[in-house]
């Protein structure tokens, strides 16, 4: 069973940075895409940057030219750099990895990691 562990996550204030890390049981590279979601109170979740296996990266709108995602295969790590934070960042973030397979899509979830904006 895969599992993914988010850490990284905690209070910054505006302007601020942060570095999540996403570390798999297993190689990454069996996954064909992943990346980064996130939840706030009272709202949906949604995608915030994705990664494809051969590094295609993607972003919302929102977080496009501050966050930063990136893939290290040798430590089976997908990183997501936060850059001049908002607090409208605030959310839970959760790592996500997809697996085709014979036509059917395995999602796999992390179980969350708490972002603060705040002064």
């Known amino acids: 069973q895969v599992q993914l562990v988010e850490s990284g996550g905690g209070l910054v204030q505006p302007g601020g940075s942060l570095r999540l890390s996403c570390a798999a049981s297993?190689?990454?590279?069996?996954?064909?895409?992943m990346g980064w979601y996130r939840q706030a109170p009272g709202k949906q979740r949604e995608l915030v940057a994705g990664i494809s296996s051969g590094d295609d990266a993607n972003y919302a709108d929102s977080v496009k030219g501050r966050f930063t995602i990136s893939r290290d295969t040798a430590k089976n790590t997908v990183l997501l750099q936060m850059n001049s934070l908002k607090p409208e960042d605030t959310a839970v973030y959760y790592c996500?990895?997809?697996?085709?397979?014979?036509?059917?899509?395995?999602?796999?979830w992390g179980q969350g990691t708490q972002v603060t904006v705040s002064s």
């Open positions: 996500n990895a997809l697996r085709r397979r014979l036509g059917v899509d395995l999602d796999y």
């Open positions: 297993g190689s990454i590279f069996m996954f064909n895409t």
